[in-house]
């Protein structure tokens, strides 16, 4: 029987809080691919979604990183690890799989957060720019990244939430952190500690979630914002998870921009 | 001076097909006067504008800045020497009004502290309120940005301006003042201006010299803001410039010495059997200077002249003013008599229409005279002696 | 595309499965989150409440959510029921801010005229600014369809039966090509709940149709 009592019992254990099955050693873990997943996804997401955005060419590639959003992530995983365990030993057998199908889900809301964002630029002030003798890169990086930089933290939260929700998943194909306990949990019929695992799990994209909300106060212009400055909030730029109304409404012409939180 | 010599513009239609969207056009905007392109939307003027500092580039002809030819320069360069100001400003929303105004003088490596200094100076100098330079765009009105966007071009003072339809976006009274400050800071700098407008009232109030385009991007008449009015060169430039330019055209009329007529004033405080005595049915009061304040009716006033009792609807005329401004002063006065006054303000006298009128006549007759006397001349030459 | 063939019925069952456990919740976020984004567009301060409220609760993990739910409401951890309130539940979190949206890009001069014609606050919610937000609540809805499909799959993990399952089972079988038939057969639902929203809003919008 689940209460209270025994999730609080679960929790004030010391032998939760210890060894590889501890509670921070699964958390970090989480933090672990969660950070190196984002890592490569950025690296991976942005130069093309600002280049995209930047030169208004190739812009299929975002709305089919955005169809691509369609394809259920349990199957994206099993079938990614199915293809690629074999050709790793070792515990890479696991990792890379998991890892792989991470970034190629948090692709999409980034791509598309660049993208939109730098799309959104008031064309004349791009054209200022441009008019008053800045380069190619001189615009992309003093007016047109700056100004996408809601957009673009946006994208930045979906994606984040997207990878942490679906590293918990990827623990039926073996990868470790908090996904552990719910899988683990589920194989051993021990329902409190499958709550327990879950609680964590939400309360660790529930801190990130924040601490990217408080990321945006300081990475945003207040001309932007509009916060603490009494700007009219004409211009303010919102994009939730699922993306600002007229963001889902011009992308879901071609397809969906909401993330899933899988 | 910027040249443009037999310059053309094509577009591609998408269908293989090309639309020209600026014709062999050939223009001299001499240095230190503002020349004006005017003309209906879509007649190219974004586009030859544009082509100046190589936004866009020519099909083919040659466009040259003090005789160099814009597109041997290097791009940055090119840009970096002419301000460009557009019409809903551009300002960058993410800085403040200080950052956007330092902009250009940044990118050409002036030190953080001096284009500070420089740009609070030309923020002031735009009649914008010091305080404003702290702020975002967001936070101002669109006046306010026009200004900045002014200012932002003027950072690092570049000799040529390309201004493109700056002050269509915002509202007639605002306009109005831009436009007036516009010709006062153009006054004190002196710069080399194209300004694009599709408003023939904004191309003869800011014009030095005017060019009419027409659709398709050829030029229909270049002349100055008075020539344009007096003598459009066909029916597509009569038309575009509009009803009332017999009237508008007086503007550029300065009025000649004219027998103003002494009238008996009054003052705030005057008393009613005062204003009587006067015995005309309208009389002007004026305030502690001499300066005209408005018509009293005389029937009117019991007791005292009060402030309320005053009309204002006529206008002020200024004796070193246009025909236009006179004639104006005698029809809007509800007494029928203009009110002039002198360089400083002070009540000159006043003026009928019926006395312009003449005036306006005369002149029609001197300048039909003069132009007989040069077209004679002319003949007088092609004729083999 | 031989072992497709043979499992048709099962696919179909599962499909139907997946169906209702996916469709039924957007229905229900609907019905909840209209009145919701009604109220956000009344006041600022509802608007933050409401949409900080349903944002938090889009980020709790779906696997998360299917686990706690039970014990928060004494269902049972097999109980189908479980998926559909967490499915609603996202579906509100993502419609509100929609129908939100939706509402408050309505035309001023529109809903001025609306006013001035004597409507009342009700009135005009039905009869001008709702029928008005409908391509935006559509494209908000399409956005939640396809989510809700690839997430209901999850939920093959604690052994609730739909399309999920053949990516669970192929993969616990090593057999990839149920794996496969599984990915290919929740897509073409998305596609079929795609569609069919498409279609209900043109339907429902025929002055969008009248030539530009
Ligand atoms: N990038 C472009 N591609 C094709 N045609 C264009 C382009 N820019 C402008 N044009 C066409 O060129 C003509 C002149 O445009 P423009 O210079 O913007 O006119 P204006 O500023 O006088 O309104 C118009 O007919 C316009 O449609
Ligand atoms: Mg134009």
């Known amino acids: 029987m689940i209460t209270f009592a025994t999730v609080w019992a679960w929790f004030t254990d010391p032998a939760n809080w210890q060894g590889a099955d501890g509670v921070p050693t699964r958390m970090l873990e989480h933090l672990k691919f969660t950070g190196i997943t984002l890592a490569i996804a950025l690296v991976i997401a942005v130069p093309i979604g600002a280049w995209v955005g930047h030169s208004g060419r190739m812009r299929w590639l975002v709305t089919g990183a955005n169809a691509a959003r369609a394809i259920p992530t349990l199957g994206l995983l099993f079938a990614v690890s199915m293809l690629v365990s074999p050709l790793f030993t070792s515990s890479l057998a696991f990792t890379v799989p998991s890892i ?119 990475a945003v212009s207040p001309g932007i914002s509009g916060r603490g400055q009494g700007v009219a909030r004409r211009r303010r730029l919102r994009f939730g998870r699922g993306g600002d109304a007229a963001a889902s409404v011009k992308n879901s012409t071609d397809a969906p921009l909401g993330a899933d939180p899988a | 001076m910027i040249r443009f010599e037999g310059v053309t513009k ?16 050939s223009l001299e905007a001499p240095t230190g006067r503002i020349t004006v392109l005017v003309g209906p939307s879509g007649c190219g003027k974004t586009t030859t504008l544009r082509m100046v500092n190589r936004m866009i580039d020519p099909t083919s002809g040659v466009i040259t800045i003090d005789d160099r030819n814009t597109a041997d320069l290097p791009l940055a360069e090119l840009r970096r020497g002419i301000g460009y100001v557009i019409q809903h400003a551009g300002l960058f929303p993410h800085r403040t009004v200080l950052d956007n105004v330092t902009t250009v003088p940044r990118l050409l490596g002036t030190d953080k502290k001096t284009a500070r200094l420089r740009a609070m100076e030309l923020i002031e100098r735009v009649g914008l309120d010091p305080d404003l330079a702290k702020r975002y765009p967001a936070q101002l009105s669109g006046g306010q940005q026009q200004r900045v966007g002014v200012a932002r071009a003027l950072a690092a003072d570049p000799p040529v301006m390309l201004m493109d339809e700056p002050f269509s976006a915002v509202d007639p009274v605002v306009r109005e003042q831009l436009q007036n400050e516009f010709l006062r800071l153009q006054s004190e700098l002196g710069k080399t201006i194209l300004f694009v407008t599709h408003d023939i009232d904004e191309a003869v109030k800011l014009g030095d010299q005017v060019a009419v385009l027409r659709v398709g991007g050829t030029l229909a008449q270049l002349a100055t803001p008075a020539q344009l009015l007096a003598d459009p060169v066909d029916d597509f430039v009569a038309g575009f410039v509009g009803r009332d330019r017999g009237y508008r055209a007086l503007q550029f009329a300065e009025a000649p010495e004219l027998e103003l007529t002494n009238e008996p004033t009054v003052t705030i405080g005057t008393s009613a059997s005062e204003v009587r005595a006067v015995g005309q049915p309208w009389v002007l009061c004026v305030g502690d200077d001499g300066e005209p304040m408005g018509w009293v009716r005389a029937g009117a006033v019991s007791g005292e002249v009060t402030r309320d009792l005053l009309q204002r609807g006529g206008t002020v005329a200024s004796t070193a003013g246009s025909l236009r401004a006179l004639l104006d002063a005698a029809l809007s006065s509800p007494s029928g008599r203009g009110v002039v006054a002198d360089a400083d303000g002070r009540f000159a006298g006043t003026i009928r229409a019926s006395e312009v009128v003449p005036v306006i006549e005369a002149r029609q007759q001197s300048v039909a005279e003069r132009e007989d006397a040069a077209a004679s001349a002319l003949q007088g030459e092609a004729t083999p002696a | 595309m031989t072992w497709a063939l043979d499992h048709l019925d099962q696919i179909f069952t599962l499909a139907g499965q997946h169906a209702w456990l996916a469709g039924l919740p957007l229905l229900i976020g609907l019905v909840i989150s209209v009145p919701l984004g009604w109220l956000a567009t009344r006041k600022a301060w509802l608007r933050t ?134 990915i290919v057969a929740c897509l073409l639902l998305a596609l079929v709940f795609d569609l069919v929203i498409q279609l209900l809003a043109r339907v429902l919008t025929p002055w969008t149709r009248v030539a530009a």
């Open chain 3, 49 to 182: 409440g409401l949409l900080t409220v349903t944002g938090l609760l889009y980020t709790i993990p779906s696997l998360a959510l299917f686990i706690l739910l039970p014990p928060l409401l004494g269902t049972k951890v097999l109980d189908p029921a479980n998926v559909i309130i967490a499915m609603s539940i996202y579906t509100i979190a993502l419609l509100t801010r929609t129908v939100a949206d939706g509402l408050s890009a309505v035309d001023t001069s529109t809903r001025q005229a609306a006013v001035a014609m004597g409507y009342s606050t009700f009135g005009r919610f039905r009869a001008v600014d709702l029928p008005l937000a409908i391509p935006v609540v559509a494209a908000g809805l399409r956005v939640a369809a396809v989510s809700n499909v690839s997430i209901v799959s999850v939920a093959s993990l604690i052994g609730i039966s739909q399309l999920g399952y053949f990516l669970t089972d192929g993969y616990a079988r090593s057999f990839p090509t149920e794996v496969w038939v599984g």
């Open chain 1, 100 to 218: 792989a199908v991470l970034v190629l889900l948090a692709i999409p809301p980034l791509l598309s957060g660049t993208y939109s964002g730098i799309e959104s630029v008031d064309p004349a002030a791009r054209d200022a720019a441009r008019g008053m003798g800045m380069s190619d890169w001189e615009v992309l990086t003093r007016v047109e990244l700056p100004c996408a930089m809601p957009l673009f933290l946006s994208g930045l939260r979906s994606a984040t939430l997207q990878v942490i929700a679906t590293a918990t998943i990827a623990a039926s194909i073996s990868l470790g952190g908090l996904g552990r306990y719910l899988i683990d949990g589920l194989a051993s019929q021990d329902y409190v500690q499958m709550v327990a695992g879950s609680i964590l799990v939400a309360l660790l994209a529930l801190v990130a979630d924040l601490v990217l909300a408080l990321l945006e106060r300081f």
């Open chain 2, 10 to 25: 094509k577009y591609g239609d998408g269908s293989g097909g090309e639309s020209i969207a600026v014709n062999n056009f």
